[in-house]
């Protein structure tokens, strides 16, 4: 959603979140800063961030631009997640993906996640269907598709009352390359 308010609305929630010294991902003036990964330090743990959509605008994918990175873009989300690797310890992907109020991650989802572990990703975090989605661990790695309604207007059932909180403790960094 994050050009519901168009590239003006972007620009503008960019720059305020800049100035609070809070940092974004997935989204820029172009492809390059959309993919580019957000690194934390806490802790003396360097923790980088790559964010992606399945859709650019509020339409369920059928519009492109140069704002928004895409999960279906596997080349940029490979170099992302390696320039990320160089930078950080500890690498998380995130994904708005998945069809909205199911249990089970569409194939979109699974090739993305998949390829952010192949790529050199530690976690992958899901959110968009509004309902809690399953979680797998993928070669070593783990991957949870949805995290559902945190906090969120959608009191109509169960599963859009539920949410899951991670807590992800690192006790060291990983091993170059891991």
Do not use: C
């Amino acid at each position: 959603h994050v050009l519901d308010q168009g590239l003006a609305g972007l620009t503008y929630t960019r720059s305020n979140l800049a100035e609070s010294g809070i940092a974004t991902i997935g989204a820029g003036s172009n492809q390059t800063e959309a993919w580019q990964p957000a690194v934390i330090e806490q802790n003396g743990l360097r923790i980088a961030f790559v964010g992606a959509s399945y859709t650019s605008l509020n339409d369920n994918g059928a519009t492109r631009n140069d704002y928004v990175a895409r999960i279906n873009d596997t080349a940029r989300l490979r170099e992302a997640v390696s320039q990320a690797r160089e930078l950080a310890d500890f690498v998380v992907v995130t994904m708005h993906a998945g069809t909205e109020y199911t249990r089970k991650a569409n194939p979109d989802q699974v090739v993305f996640a998949h390829a952010a572990v192949d790529a050199g990703a530690d976690l992958v975090i899901g959110s968009h269907p509004h309902w809690v989605q399953e979680a797998e661990e993928y070669q070593g790695k783990y991957i949870f598709y949805s995290q559902g309604n945190f906090i969120f207007h959608q009191k109509w059932s169960k599963e859009t009352r539920e949410g899951l909180a991670l807590n992800i403790t690192v006790t060291q960094a990983p091993a170059e390359g891991s």
